[in-house]
């Protein structure tokens, strides 16, 4: 029997994707009306295109791509997946796929025109960056590559959820109550790149993944032979990525002639019952043309021959499929004729109606660039007072007695354990922050737990599917935290170093942090990156020293954090792993085991709001703000200008650095009228920077002496302890500036 199919919500195969019929025994034969419907996508993508490119040189709209010439693999994915229940992680190429979908040729002129409608983004993104949450349509960037992981990590989410389902109830009072889950036990995630984006790091970090976790991700190359002027030669060694890709276990793979959707649709097919069955990741090689220009601004007569452009024309997709219907009676000359001319009508009405939609408002830029459900500044994070000390179980504290001081490592440990327990979304994942990969050896090693011992004895009290060793790959523990975040999931991830965050930084600054904002706060993905930071250990050196919080202070959409002390370590990653926003939680090595930093251990409900300062001694002479290693070294020089010099020094620890607390900061400076911004990091373009520039303008008037900031030197730290001192701010440094300043 032959599935309805007048539109593709509907027209999906029984057989295979609900995973309760019988499979198909060999490649299933699609019927007229399947044909029908496949040439009017076609056709539809087709002309969809052609109007924005008329739009564009109209200057009615303001960016146009198409996907001219991919249409058909797109297809044979749509009618074979389903929307709503799969998930899709597309590129800017996928507008056949959308349509097959179930996104309107009038959503795409909304984005388009960039009109407050636009249901992808509000009129943030360009055009071709999908999204929509009805179909589970995840939004895409410009980026190429990094939304692979994120299908990744949205598969390990599906896994997690259909083992776990308990986890999956709503909860008040944190995140949760804002990310309903959904799952169905054997749904798949389906992402699409073209073939030079294969270049990328983050395309072999994902096949590493989904192939070591078998997990049910197909991934679908869309080979036109170029990425924009280069072709494919350049791109892959030998030119075919399907031979490079051809060892990886537990795949399914396909390489197909992408302009025929019914070859397409078949190898689809097969993916689906593959990944469906828990038997690993599909990927299907869909040899394509790119029909026109890689966008309308490129000229591709400036580097491929006048030949190889009109062979190229000869495998027109929509020519081919026309052909098809015709030689094989489904649908007459005339017929045609009248399906196209409906549909140049759907389209034309689409776009009239997207140019008469209403624009964005200005006054509503800034919306969604946090979460506007759950502020972690607000009350909600106020539990200090709460605080109920009790005794600490698992991990690296041990049984002790709560009134025992204990380091910020042991309290940041306690922390993870006391969220776990509560939150069974939570997962914890990096390098080496199991306790041993090789669970068996817990019987008699202690285990690692992290190479600070962080996450030390997280795997053992809550097993390998919530904690567990990632691949050596920093891009791929962020961009898969944004797959899980994305589900409803709350990773919790380490990045080893501070030094080495920067492979992630794309996933970071690109997606994580302004996912809900380009989308219009459809998606979120409130992940927490937990990374040791920072000098002052002798010998840490270039790389493993560094500092740079205000590099992600300049990210909107990520909320930075930096404690000084182990109480302040403990509420506040609470804080982090309970709000709705992505945070980057950064720990001071030093200050890891320190003794002067020490506090009992205050309890399984003990958080601090973000944006909240600290006195941390008071003063009236000269406000001092300062927050990380630098809180103790501060302290130090202000008890000794109390005792040489009688000053008294006002020491704030501003604790989270994105928010910060601009009215502890003025209160304060009101009253001393001299200012002091100090920090580990370097002196130019730094954190204390934006902060003096602020002083000085919204301050002027009480200040009496000019603002002035304390930094490293503007050199990386070198591993000799004499020259790591020099180029490290020192309490003799901040002791100077004191007495220098107040005497001004
Ligand atoms: C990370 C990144 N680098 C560079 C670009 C600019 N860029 C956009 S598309 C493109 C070529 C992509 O080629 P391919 O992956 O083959 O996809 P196609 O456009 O041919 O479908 C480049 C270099 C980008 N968007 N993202
Ligand atoms: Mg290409």
Not at 96 to 107: D, H, Q, S, Y
Not at 398 to 419: F, Q, Y
Not at 433 to 447: H, P
Not at 542 to 548: F, N, R
């Amino acid at each position: 029997m032959e599935p309805a199919v007048s539109n593709a919500r509907e027209s999906q195969p029984a057989a295979s994707s609900d995973g309760h019929g019988a499979q198909p025994l060999g490649p299933r034969q699609l019927g007229p009306q399947q044909m029908v419907q496949i040439y009017r996508l076609i056709y539809l993508s087709r002309r969809v295109d052609d109007r924005e490119i008329l739009l564009k040189r109209q200057q009615k709209i303001f960016f146009q791509i198409s996907g001219a010439g991919h249409e058909a693999l797109q297809v044979g994915a749509a009618l074979a997946l389903r929307p709503g229940y799969d998930w899709f992680f597309p590129y800017y190429r996928d507008r056949a796929l959308c349509l097959g979908l179930g996104v309107t040729p009038t959503e795409m002129f909304l984005q388009a025109v960039g009109a407050a409608t636009d249901t992808a983004s509000g009129g943030r993104q360009m055009p071709t960056h999908w999204s929509s949450r009805a179909l589970n349509i995840v939004s895409t960037s410009s980026c190429t590559t990094t939304q692979v992981l994120h299908a990744v990590g949205c598969a390990g989410a599906g896994r997690y959820f259909s083992r776990h389902p308990e986890a999956a109830a709503r909860a008040e009072g944190d995140y949760r109550a804002f990310r309903d889950v959904t799952f169905h036990g054997d749904e798949v995630a389906l992402t699409l790149l073209g073939e030079g984006s294969t270049s990328q790091g983050e395309f072999w970090e994902a096949l590493n993944t989904a192939s070591n976790q078998k997990l049910p991700v197909i991934f679908c190359v869309e080979d036109n032979g170029y990425a924009i002027s280069t072709p494919v030669e350049v791109n892959t060694p030998g030119g075919n990525i399907s031979r490079l890709v051809a060892n990886f276990p537990n795949f399914h793979f396909a390489e197909i002639d992408g302009t025929d959707p019914v070859a397409s649709f078949q190898a689809f097919e097969a993916a689906a019952v593959h990944c469906r069955a828990g038997l690993g990741p599909a990927l299907i090689h869909g040899h394509c043309v790119r029909l026109y220009s890689h966008a309308l601004s490129d000229d591709d007569r400036l580097y491929r021959s006048q030949a190889e452009r009109e062979a190229g024309a000869l495998r027109d997709p929509l020519t081919l499929m026309r052909a098809r219907l015709l030689r094989e009676g489904i649908l007459t000359a005339e017929e045609i004729a009248a399906l196209e001319q409906s549909l140049d009508q759907e389209v034309a009405e689409a776009a009239g109606r997207a140019l008469a939609a209403p624009l964005p408002l200005v006054a509503e830029i800034a919306r969604h660039v946090y979460s506007e459900d759950l502020d972690p500044t607000s009350s909600t994070f106020a539990t200090e007072q709460a605080a109920a000390p009790g005794t600490v179980t698992g991990g690296r504290a041990g049984n002790a007695k709560s009134i025992e001081p204990r380091t910020m490592a042991d309290l940041i440990n306690a922390c993870l354990h006391d969220e776990m327990r509560r939150d069974p979304r939570i997962i914890v994942y990096g390098e080496d922050v199991a306790d041993a990969s090789r669970a068996a050896v817990l019987a008699e090693a202690k285990g690692k737990g992290g190479v600070f011992k962080l996450t030390a004895g997280l795997q053992r009290e809550f097993g390998s599917e919530r904690v567990f060793n990632s691949p050596l790959a920093e891009a791929n523990i962020v961009g898969r935290a944004v797959g899980y975040a994305l589900r409803g999931m709350k990773p919790v991830v380490e990045i080893q170093f501070f030094d080495y965050i920067w492979p992630a930084m794309h996933q970071i600054h690109n997606e994580l942090a302004l996912m809900r904002w380009r989308s219009n706060g459809q998606w979120a993905c409130p992940v927490v990156i937990r990374v040791p930071i920072g000098g002052y250990l002798s010998g840490g050196a270039i790389y493993h020293s560094q500092s740079g919080e205000s590099i992600f202070t300049h990210i909107p959409g990520l909320r930075v954090v930096f404690p000084s002390n182990a109480l302040d370590a403990n509420g506040l990653l609470r804080t982090a792993i309970r709000c709705d926003d992505p945070v980057l939680f950064l720990e001071h090595k030093r200050l890891y085991r320190e003794t002067h930093d020490r506090a009992p251990y205050p309890g399984p409900e003990f958080a601090i709001p973000f944006g909240k300062a600290r006195i941390v001694r008071p003063g009236t002479d000269l406000t001092l703000v300062t927050y990380g290693a630098l809180v103790p070294r501060a302290l130090q020089a202000a008890e000794r200008a109390h005792r040489e010099h009688g000053i008294e020094v006002e020491i704030l620890d501003l604790r989270t650095l994105n928010p910060y607390d601009w009215e502890a900061i003025a209160t304060s400076v009101r009253k001393t009228s001299r200012v002091i911004v100090a920090h580990e990091d370097m002196l130019s373009w730094g954190y204390g920077a934006e902060l003096a520039a602020r002083i000085a303008d919204e301050l002027f008037e009480d200040l009496d002496a000019p603002v002035r900031r304390i930094g490293s030197m503007d050199t990386f730290i070198a591993y000799q302890p004499i020259l790591e001192d020099a180029i490290l701010p020192q309490p003799e440094t901040i002791f100077k500036a004191i007495v220098d300043l107040k005497a001004f």
